[in-house]
């Protein structure tokens, strides 16, 4: 049985608040961002193909807090 | 690992009373009791002469404690008074005193620096004593590490499966959206049901003839102060944003104390906003919890026995764990942020 389960993590210090990190009960990590378009794409010279989004630094520091 | 530089809860306050009573805190022992005028007093309770516990003595004249030992007396500031058949009393004859303060109907101590004791940091247990809440506390006593208890507090999950046949059920589990907010003081857990046919109790208390939008949330302050907040309003009433009306609310509060490494003081109480004047009600929602908590007790001791057995076997955390892996982060970052402290001040004093 697929159990719908989600948590929501937000990580808060005194300046900066995450939000937000998604663990699902299907064992991925959701990562709440901003989709990259095409023009970043070339401007930035990233790979072609594949889905990306640039998240905020926050981010990475509650990933690297709470996982 | 003991946080000593926070206040605990000692006893209920109204087991305090004359007669000495002595119970073990962060691995030290501890008697308590109450003066004449009622003030609460806690020494050590270890006579330094024979190392008898002192709580095994009784009170004599002017509040001083007498060990059933030999009768060395020692006063409320710890002082040895007298010591029967010498005129002479060892300057190192005192005991250990803490400070304890009488709130919310429990009583709590500092077991840290006293010069850190600052009884406006004692966290708000006010619907012990607040009017327009019914309430009753209970103290279990946990044959577990304390943080076994923390982690299970802030983990909604387990109410499907320990609790199956009292307060819990599947549709906790399967159709759980939790959110775990690491705070810089704390953790809150959170997790709303919104526009759902309310559980038979709920009807059965609240009155609800529609769907309702319910609430579970759980805060969490080290070192192991936990106060769950649920309750639900008909739904669309603006709960969510805040607006509580027309519902019901409870307030499952809890403070673990660590009596040792494996042991706690397990302190926790039930509290309503319906019907608070109502002695039958305040015992019928309190028993429902309590057959509840009895169950989470079994689970915490036969958890502590494997644990001793080997404290090295390996553990996968899962999401469900989230608030409880946040809370014990936070405590062990206290923890060496105090050791540190110690350190330094000890080196300073050098």
Request: glycine fraction near 6%; charge should be negative; proline fraction near 6%.
């Amino acid at each position: 049985m697929a159990l719908k389960f989600r948590v929501e993590l937000v990580w808060q210090d005194e300046k900066d608040t995450a939000s937000s990190i998604y663990l699902t009960g299907d064992a991925r990590v959701v990562l709440q961002g901003k989709a990259i378009t095409d023009a970043e794409r070339a401007q930035l010279s990233l790979p072609a193909g594949g889905a990306m989004i640039s998240v905020d630094r926050a981010v990475i520091r509650a990933i690297k807090e709470m996982l | 690992m003991f946080l000593r530089n926070y206040w605990y809860v000692a006893a209920s306050g109204s087991d305090i009373t004359r007669k000495p009573f002595g119970r073990i805190i962060l691995g030290e022992p501890v008697v308590f009791y109450r003066t004449a005028d009622g003030t609460p007093i806690a020494l050590e309770d270890r006579c330094p002469h024979r190392r008898l516990p002192l709580s095994m003595g009784k009170l004599v004249s002017d509040d001083v404690l007498q060990c059933h030992y030999h009768g060395l007396r020692f006063d409320r500031t710890g002082a040895c008074v007298r010591v029967p058949g010498q005129d002479m009393i060892p300057s190192d004859a005192r005991v250990k005193r803490y400070t304890v303060v009488d709130r919310y109907k429990w009583l709590w101590i500092w077991m840290g620096d006293p010069a850190k004791a600052d009884p406006a940091k004692i966290p708000d247990y006010h619907w012990f004593d607040d009017p327009n809440w019914g309430a009753q506390s209970d103290y279990l006593h946990a044959e577990c590490n304390w943080q076994l208890v923390n982690d299970n507090l802030l983990d909604l999950t387990h109410l499907a499966f320990v609790h199956e046949t009292t307060i819990g059920n599947m549709a906790l589990v399967e159709h759980a959206a939790v959110r775990v907010q690491r705070t810089p003081t704390g953790v809150q857990v959170t997790r709303w049901i919104i526009d759902q046919p309310a559980p038979p109790a709920f009807v059965k208390i609240g009155g609800f003839t529609g769907n309702v939008d319910r609430w579970q949330i759980i805060d969490f302050q080290p070192p192991s102060y936990i106060r769950l907040d649920v309750g639900a309003t008909p739904t669309g009433t603006g709960a969510p944003e805040g607006r509580r009306v027309g519902g019901i609310q409870m307030r499952n509060l809890n403070a673990m104390t660590p009596e040792t490494e494996t042991t706690t003081h397990y302190f926790w109480g039930q509290a309503h906003d319906f019907q608070p004047r109502n002695p039958e009600v305040t015992e019928r929602v309190f028993q429902q919890i309590k057959t509840a908590f009895l169950e989470d007790v079994a689970v915490f001791s036969a958890q502590q026995k494997l644990i001793d057995l080997d404290p090295d076997a390996p553990q996968i955390d899962i999401n469900a764990d989230s608030g409880g892996i946040q809370a014990r982060r936070i405590n062990a970052r206290l923890y060496a942020e105090e050791q540190a402290s110690k350190t330094a001040a000890a080196t300073a004093a050098e």
